[in-house]
């Protein structure tokens, strides 16, 4: 409790406001930045803070909110959070050429979309995630990048561990450990990148992989790199090792003397708005919607469930914002009417690049065809179906 009312106090000094739900009513304080620190002995330039939340949408809300909060003109924090199992892909990216969306469904895999670029990184409990945020000015991801590897050679002084041009950290030259992303703002900026200490990689090799074939895209694509954890090389590496490691070394590169703070993001008094900041991180329209203009061509399979008798299907669709903006589909006229099928296409323009709600969409049609052709009919729409992920 001691943590969390200083972390409190820091807060809303930095931030300048604080408002805490009391009924119908909103209660605001406000302190100057020179009182920050009256109550604790640390250094008034830093604040390193842990996440007490295993949400991923919570936490990527947390980071925005400090961003969006936070004056980082004077003061710098340092984040540690880590996630239940979640996909994390970047702002600019397609989920279903990131991402197995049907094996994360059966394994109760979170997806999420962050604000900050870059690749796709997979999350779990056995992964640690960082967040340094600082002024635009004082941005430097070498610099951030060398508290890691400083740590990591601190706690363990056999590893070898280095930052790379393009700001990964690999171990024995050639395991990547952690990838890295930021953002930049007018002022502010923050900059986080993973740590795998004992994450599941057959996990990871499972979900990233393409869900749809044929898409045609200009999203920012990821590149896959072979990966390795921490506790491969260094078995005995504790999780209190590790976080202390990282708090000295932090400390010591920027001349600071910050203790290691617990924070709760579900905490709406120090962090106002934040459960609405992660409720959009959840939503449809930003986790898909968000993808950047995209096509889809392929060759579909067809197979008649009465006959056994086969055939193919070309698919050309037009995705934006989410949406099917346009359809083709090319089904031979001896194997399904082009009255069917050019009603399946209809059916299908206008709704979310979704199975499900594809899926919901032509039911109606399935339901509406009686004849010895809706075998064929609904062999085709579950082709088109599969394709979405």
């Not at 609405?276 to 919607?289: N, Q």
Request: include cysteine.
């Amino acid at each position: 409790m001691m943590h969390t009312r200083r972390t409190l106090s820091l807060l809303r000094g930095w931030s300048g406001v604080c408002r805490c739900p009391t009924g119908n009513q909103s209660s605001r304080t406000s302190s100057s930045s020179s009182s920050l620190f009256m109550d604790s002995n640390s250094s008034s330039a830093g604040l390193i803070l842990q996440s007490q939340s295993t949400d991923v949408y919570q936490n990527l809300a947390l980071e925005d909110w400090i961003d969006a909060n936070v004056d980082l003109q004077q003061h710098s924090i340092m984040l540690l959070w880590r996630n239940r199992p979640a996909v994390v892909i970047g702002r600019h990216q397609n989920p279903w050429t990131e991402c197995n969306l049907s094996a994360m469904r059966k394994a109760g895999i979170s997806l999420a979309r962050r604000r900050s670029g870059g690749g796709t990184v997979f999350h779990d409990l056995g992964n640690l995630n960082l967040t340094f945020f600082t002024s635009k000015k004082a941005y430097d991801r070498q610099r951030n990048l060398k508290v890691v590897t400083d740590a990591l050679r601190r706690v363990r002084p056999g590893l070898d561990v280095q930052a790379t041009d393009r700001f990964d950290i690999l171990l024995n030259g050639h395991y990547k450990i952690s990838g890295t992303a930021s953002r930049l703002s007018r002022k502010s900026s923050y900059h986080h990148c993973t740590l795998l200490h004992s994450a599941d990689r057959s996990a990871l090799s499972a979900v990233l992989s393409p869900s749809c074939p044929g898409i045609h895209s200009n999203a920012t694509p990821s590149v896959p790199s072979p990966v390795a954890n921490l506790l491969d090389h260094a078995p005995t590496l504790q999780w209190e090792e590790l976080f202390d490691g990282l708090v000295h070394q932090y400390n010591a590169e920027f001349g600071l003397s910050s203790a290691l703070t617990l924070v709760n993001p579900t905490d709406e008094c120090t962090f106002p708005g934040l459960s609405r900041m992660a409720t959009e991180l959840r939503s449809w329209d930003w986790t898909f919607g968000k993808t950047p203009k995209f096509s889809v061509q392929t060759l579909l399979d067809l197979t008649d469930g009465r006959s056994s008798a086969r055939s193919s299907a070309q698919l050309h669709m037009e995705v934006k914002n989410g949406l099917i903006e346009s359809c083709e589909l090319d089904v031979p006229a001896d194997w399904l009417p082009l009255r069917l099928s050019g009603e399946l296409v209809n059916t299908l323009v206008g709704e979310r690049f979704c199975p499900y709600a594809a899926s919901a969409a032509v039911a109606a049609l399935l339901r509406s065809e009686s004849s010895e052709l809706q075998s064929r009919l609904h062999n085709l729409c579950d082709a088109v179906l599969s394709v979405m992920g």
